[in-house]
């Protein structure tokens, strides 16, 4: 990706390993963020669901 970068524009070599990381850290934190959130409402169901069937009986 870095040579991608570097041989298609006019950006030297330190500038686009600094754009590839700093978008590689952006995607891991997105990621990382939309993991926590699906696992937070799966959580949330769960309980949800469970405590709904302890209602019932």
Do not use: P
Not at 1 to 29: C, E, P, Q, R, W
Request: proline share 0%.
């Amino acid at each position: 990706m870095i040579t991608y970068i570097k041989s298609n524009s006019v950006i030297k070599g330190d500038t686009a390993i600094g754009i590839t990381f700093s978008s590689f850290l952006a995607l891991g934190v997105i990621l990382i963020g939309v993991a926590i959130v699906q696992r937070i409402c799966s959580i949330s169901y769960l309980e949800i669901f469970w405590r709904s069937k302890m209602l019932t009986k």
